[in-house]
């Protein structure tokens, strides 16, 4: 794709190279200083991504949430943040990368602070979804900055930069947010977004040029947007009040119903679309459909499986959400180690033996995970949290090399959009399902636990907020003046019920898994790295 910058064509002459000197006066369009100021945007949603589910088990405390709330704390995110992504990318090269990075940087500041002064659930849900709007204006944005401004042989340079900053922001979130959590509040991992990004913003107004696309898109394709939103929104809220309805309930197939309606819409009507939002004849590539689902798959695992790890650590092991932060790291710092590794590897011998083997080790890791209980040291837990970054690195790297490979370059944009959008559905749909997972067994396990410990009968209404709170691993003050062997019991039994709850979601996680090495083995290299279009 090749550009035009505003900034250097008001002469009439011909625009420069990407890159080069020329592309502006001054500070402004010079590449090494366009990645610092992208990449102080891309921060801001990278560390969200990992900061909130530290944070998650106090929020739930001091807003008297419900799993489901806290889950939608997450899922609003990510759900907004993938079905908006392609679109984004669109927006980007209609009406420039610097002026959609630089409204995107706004909003989600703008969000940030609303969260922390929202006081309920339902309004930190709402400015959780704005904040994933935002988001997905400024990941693609910041990636067609980088493509305009660098040349072709430092181009890969800047991108493994800008990959090891959303790495590092991965791995400074449970540290960070366990630092704020513990000695600030709950609300300030979101006000820590607003001075980030009031800097991103003066550099970005003072730094970024203004890099517009050839042939740029006309239209956005406006009811594919509605489609595909009211599609997802459906599935997820389905999934997530299954286990409060009942699978079999009138609700609940409703929703499903009309999830599976709107996709089978949207897909007609993207074949007819004259600029569709997602051009379906990139599917034909067996490889490009092979790295999507296996991305989808992926992050299902590993964000559904995060989700519960920070309970598991807080309200199980009682630590302190610093102390859980660096319980998390070995699997962070894992993953920013071996993923340049794994790049080197797959560029040597290909996306497809690495990728099996990753997920197989993902698979191995999950299924330890399942093992761990109320009781388990902390070396145990860091061997499995390590050995889950080591198998994830190379798909996060490979995936993403095997989607953007294997589209046409004319298409190479909305394959990126493709891959971040993958890995958000993929987050928001395992953290539903294995919510799901989670809150069916512990419906089923508490009642017998509680009965073989031979703990005084609950009432129907202490009964539901006894499950409400297993769900979370949270052990709820005995009534004053319980014997303390009775309320050890009372502990022990929600803390079991949860452990085994978790055990079944990390079970189902590992059996994803090694589907997922299945379908590894359809990835090869991208036909079109280089070279001319080739149609598919």
């Not at 994933?132 to 990941?139: E, K, T």
């Not at 790297?397 to 989607?403: E, F, R, S």
């Not at 502990?491 to 996680?509: P, R």
Request: charged residues 10%; hydrophobic residues 50%.
């Amino acid at each position: 794709m090749s550009y035009q910058t505003s900034t250097a064509t008001k002469d009439g002459q011909e625009p420069p190279e990407p890159g080069s000197r020329e592309t502006a006066s001054g500070v402004r369009g010079r590449p090494w200083l366009t990645l610092l100021t992208v990449a102080l945007g891309v921060t801001m949603v990278a560390l969200d991504s990992t900061i909130v589910a530290i944070a998650n088990p106090e929020i739930q405390r001091d807003l008297g949430a419900s799993l489901a709330d806290v889950q939608w704390i997450t899922n609003g995110y990510l759900l907004a943040l993938a079905v908006a992504l392609i679109t984004a990318g669109k927006i980007g090269d209609r009406f420039g990368h610097r002026q959609t990075f630089l409204i995107g940087v706004v909003g989600f500041g703008a969000a940030s602070a609303a969260i922390g002064f929202g006081g309920s659930v339902s309004l930190v849900i709402a400015f959780r979804v704005l904040q994933g709007l935002f988001g997905a204006l400024l990941m693609p944005a910041a990636l067609g900055l980088l493509r305009a401004s660098f040349p072709a042989e430092k181009l890969n340079a800047a991108i493994g930069a800008w990959g090891s900053v959303i790495g590092a922001s991965t791995a400074a979130g449970p540290i960070v947010g366990g630092l704020l959590v513990e000695h600030v509040s709950w609300e300030s991992v979101f006000f820590i977004n607003v001075p980030v990004g009031v800097l991103a913003l003066v550099m970005g107004l003072t730094i970024l040029a203004d890099h517009r696309a050839e042939n740029a898109p006309r239209s956005f394709d406006i009811p594919g947007i509605v489609l595909l939103s009211g599609a997802m929104f459906c599935l997820i809220w389905a999934l997530i009040k299954a286990p409060e309805w009942g699978w079999g309930d009138s609700g609940t197939l409703v929703f499903l119903f009309v999830s599976l309606a709107s996709f089978a819409v949207f897909t007609y009507w993207e074949t007819k679309a004259a600029e569709p939002l997602l051009p379906l004849a990139m599917f034909r590539s067996v490889p490009l459909s092979a790295g999507t689902a296996l991305m989808v798959l992926m992050a299902f695992g590993f964000m559904g499986g995060l989700f519960f790890v920070t309970f598991y650590l807080q309200n199980v092991h009682g630590m302190t959400p610093v102390e859980s932060g660096l319980h998390l790291l070995p699997l962070t710092l894992m993953m920013i180690v071996s993923s340049p590794l794994a790049g080197l590897l797959i560029t040597r011998i290909g996306p497809r033996v690495p990728l099996v083997v990753a997920m197989l080790v993902t698979a191995v890791a999950m299924f330890g995970t399942s093992t761990l209980d109320a009781d388990s040291g902390s070396v145990t837990t860091s061997l499995w949290f390590a050995m889950l970054g080591l198998g994830l690195a190379p798909v996060m790297v490979g995936a993403t090399d095997v989607i953007v490979g294997n589209a046409p370059l004319e298409h190479a944009g909305i394959a990126g959009g493709l891959q971040q959008a993958g890995m958000q559905v993929g987050g928001s749909l395992g953290t539903a399902v294995l919510g799901a997972v989670m809150a069916s067994r512990v419906d089923t396990v508490l009642p017998r636990k509680w009965s073989e410990a031979d703990l005084p009968p609950l009432r129907e209404g202490q009964a539901e907020q006894l499950k409400s709170a297993a769900e979370v691993g949270y052990a709820p003050d005995p009534p004053k003046g319980t014997p303390e062997q009775v309320a050890s019991a009372m502990t022990d039994v929600v803390h079991g019920s949860f452990v085994s709850g978790m055990g079944l979601a990390f079970t189902c996680a590992g059996i994803v898994a090694v589907l997922a090495a299945g379908v590894a083995v359809f990835t090869k290299s991208g036909e079109n790295d280089a070279g001319p279009s080739v149609h598919i």
